[in-house]
């Protein structure tokens, strides 16, 4: 059973424009969302994260969009660079610290 | 401050051998994971631990896979006999005990593959 779902698989965009990951989960016991970011050959690095009481959270070019009704959260990072090509994982749990489910991740590439 | 270490970074056996990976965690943090990452997925839970205590293992295929983190520090995931469906990266992660923010450090991985 997916509980986390990602999309789209794959992003390309120009260096400036704006990434868009969108993320849909299931278990409406989830009550922490974390977004991480890999690249090839490390872990994952926690990126930004927000909780269900609030509906956006920005920190620099990264931004959460959290909508508990629909229970989607996405992430969008503006003025794109090249450095930000990595795959980009969405997550959620339902204690913070607790057992992290994993969106199947996005790989962007920023095209300079 | 080290962040979290594992070894070896890169294994490649036959099937049927053995194979060990072990994990260092941040100074401080009682909180242990291993998870497994297949090529372009997510990472899955293996195992958790709490100090010495296996606190959640239910996604551990205990019939070839153990782990042990002996005096609530090091961890070993250990894999016997190894099955071709095995290869992947092996994540290891850590964070301090009632973290209220919720992070978790990785190590960079150790991957794996079965000839």
């Known amino acids: 059973q997916q509980q986390v779902k990602q999309s789209p698989q794959s992003l390309i965009v120009q260096k400036g424009g704006i990434s868009i990951i969108n993320c849909a989960y299931e278990n409406t016991a989830f009550d922490y969302f974390p977004w991480y970011q890999q690249f090839p050959g490390k872990g994952p690095a926690l990126l930004i994260a927000?909780?269900?009481?609030?509906s956006e959270k920005k920190e620099g070019r990264f931004t959460i969009s959290f909508n508990k009704s629909a229970k989607q959260f996405s992430l969008h990072i503006m003025d794109s660079q090249p450095g930000d090509s990595a795959t980009y994982f969405c997550a959620a749990s339902k204690a913070a610290g607790n057992k992290l489910t994993f969106g199947g991740g996005t790989r962007v590439l920023v095209k300079p | 401050e080290a962040g979290v270490v594992q070894s070896p970074r890169y294994k490649i056996i036959e099937k049927k051998q053995p194979v060990a990976f072990w994990c260092n965690p941040i100074?401080?943090?009682?909180?242990l994971y291993w998870y497994l990452q297949n090529l372009g997925q997510g990472p899955e839970l293996l195992i958790r631990y709490e100090n010495e205590e296996a606190v959640d293992d239910s996604q551990l295929p205990k019939d070839r896979f153990s782990a042990e983190r002996l005096k609530g520090v090091d961890s070993t995931l250990k894999i016997q006999p190894a099955e071709l469906g095995d290869s992947a990266v092996y994540l290891c992660?850590?964070?301090?005990?009632?973290?209220?923010?919720?992070?978790?450090?990785f190590g960079e991985g150790s991957r794996l593959t079965v000839l």
């Open positions: 927000i909780r269900p009481d609030v």
């Open positions: 992660a850590s964070s301090p005990r009632r973290s209220t923010a919720g992070e978790l450090f």
């Open positions: 100074s401080g943090h009682n909180t």
